[in-house]
């Protein structure tokens, strides 16, 4: 069975683009949830997805993160325009719906975003 | 503030002997708490979990002892091997939420 996959691996922007990270979860899981983790610190929730829907976005850091989930599959991640602050690495995780064992997230190997 | 601190940075153990990893965390309503192992470059990978309602857990090597009087919870690994050397993280989920809180992480040498 396939794991999360997130493209791409790595991304280097200069401030003020735009990027778009992609999210495979595995397939079947309901639940896919988005996370940062800066300089070397604590990694920190952005956002959760139920199917296609978003269960708790309280974690975005501002309105120029956006986040979508189409279909209920894959999903994106688009930071405009980008700052510097943005740079870390974005994970993505997923896992199955509550009837599973739902707090048991299994991550993806992360984007690195460098902001110049 | 942070709800969830692992205050070890760092930590060295010989291999074959016990390596113990702290967390304490804040939050009263924490219901499940994970360990997760993180190599470089990699994401991090789920070890072992504990619900709110034991106070241990075990897996193999892995066993995770909750005190929640203490809001403390921490990881044993015996005996530890060169493979265990990575980087853990403990998580906790608030209640009805699965969303997860991570701390800072602990990195773990286990020299051979």
């Known amino acids: 069975e396939a794991g999360v996959t997130q493209f791409p691996s790595h991304s280097v922007i200069e401030k003020g683009q735009t990027v778009t990270l992609r999210c495979d979860p595995i397939?079947?899981?309901?639940?896919l949830y988005w996370y940062r983790r800066v300089m070397g610190k604590e990694i920190k929730f952005l956002l959760h997805?139920?199917?296609?829907?978003?269960?708790?976005e309280s974690g975005m850091p501002n309105n120029r993160f956006l986040a979508e989930r189409t279909g209920g599959t894959y999903s994106t991640l688009k930071v405009q325009p980008a700052e510097l602050e943005d740079s870390g690495v974005y994970f993505c995780?997923?896992?199955?719906?509550?009837?599973?064992?739902?707090?048991?997230?299994?991550f993806g190997p992360g984007t690195r975003l460098t902001v110049t | 503030d942070q709800q969830v601190k692992q205050n070890s940075p760092s930590l060295s153990v010989q291999e074959g002997r016990i390596s113990i990893l702290n967390c304490d965390y804040t939050?009263?309503?924490?219901?499940?708490f994970l360990w997760y192992k993180k190599y470089p470059a990699e994401g991090p990978t789920f070890l072992i979990s504990i619900s709110s309602i034991k106070d241990k857990n075990e897996d193999g090597r892995f066993t995770v002892f909750l005190n929640k009087s203490a809001k403390h919870l921490s990881l044993h690994i015996v005996p530890s091997q060169p493979g265990d050397s990575a980087v853990y993280f403990c998580a906790a989920s608030p209640d009805s939420s699965y969303k997860l809180i991570f701390g800072s992480g602990t990195r773990l040498l286990v020299r051979p």
């Open positions: 997805f139920v199917k296609e829907s978003k269960q708790d």
């Open positions: 397939s079947g899981h309901d639940n």
């Open positions: 995780a997923s896992s199955q719906d509550w009837t599973g064992s739902s707090y048991e997230q299994y």
């Open positions: 939050n009263s309503m924490f219901d499940y």
